[in-house]
């Protein structure tokens, strides 16, 4: 069945560091592929989106390529912000619905 | 996108107890998901919303526990039936298609109700 393998967290890092968390998946056929972001005590938000190979999503300096050949879909920042603390979950979109990753908690530190 | 919002926010209840949680949307949407989050983990979807008909529900959970109605498109609830300690979660609504363009099949998701059950 589809399934999504997502960094475990928390990752922590100080203003302006580089950011990646690996994001990968296993799906029939050519799934659209998202990020969502959720805040401290708020709902989920859309982040970026990806829907077909070497497509890249991006959004508030987030950026994601859609990469058929190894199944990834990894989120990248290269300056985060303490803004950018939240957890945030890749899900790829099986026939008619989303499977969403366990979640990567994002702290950054001043 | 849609503006998507839940009723109540949260709520605390005593076991055995039922809660309906409304879900309104400001446009119609063709999809309307329920979903729930326990404390720190990921989502899990409930069921799907069907318009007109019996929602489908996911592997683990059934109807009696969770019933749903869809009377229209941009209206939806989830009843969290005899409740237990165990049902303490985030329940969370979410569409898709909404707006005059497909949008790759985007989710947009409601603010969530936080339910503590005691």
């Known amino acids: 069945g589809n399934s999504v393998t997502q960094m475990e967290g928390p990752v922590t890092l100080s203003e302006e560091a580089f950011l990646t968390i690996n994001c990968t998946y296993t799906?029939?056929?050519?799934?659209?592929l998202f990020w969502y972001v959720q805040y401290p005590g708020e709902g989920l938000q859309l982040l970026l989106k990806?829907?077909?190979?070497?497509d890249k999503g991006s959004n508030k300096g987030f950026e994601a390529t859609y990469r058929k050949e190894t199944t990834s879909f990894h989120l990248e920042k290269g300056s985060v912000q303490v803004s950018d603390s939240a957890v945030y979950f890749c899900?790829?979109?099986?026939?008619?619905?989303?499977?969403f990753g366990t979640g990567t908690r994002l702290q950054v530190f001043p | 996108s849609a503006v998507i919002s839940q009723k109540p926010s949260r709520d605390i209840c005593q076991r055995g107890t039922s809660l309906t949680i409304q879900c309104q949307v400001d446009?119609?949407?063709?999809?309307m998901f329920w979903y729930r989050q326990q404390p720190g983990q990921s989502l899990t979807l409930i069921a799907t919303?069907?318009?007109?008909?019996?929602?489908?529900?996911e592997s683990g959970f059934v109807i009696d526990k969770f019933p749903i109605s869809r009377p229209n498109l941009t209206f939806s609830t989830l009843t969290v039936s005899n409740m237990s300690p165990e049902d303490s979660s985030i329940y969370l609504c979410?569409?898709?298609?909404?707006?005059?363009?497909?949008?790759?099949?985007?989710?947009?998701f409601g603010p969530g109700t936080r339910l503590t059950v005691l």
């Open positions: 979410s569409v898709e298609g909404a707006g005059r363009t497909n949008s790759y099949n985007e989710q947009f």
């Open positions: 799906a029939t056929g050519y799934p659209s």
């Open positions: 990806a829907t077909k190979a070497d």
């Open positions: 899900a790829p979109r099986g026939t008619d619905k989303l499977i």
């Open positions: 446009s119609q949407v063709t999809m």
């Open positions: 919303a069907n318009q007109g008909s019996e929602a489908t529900y």
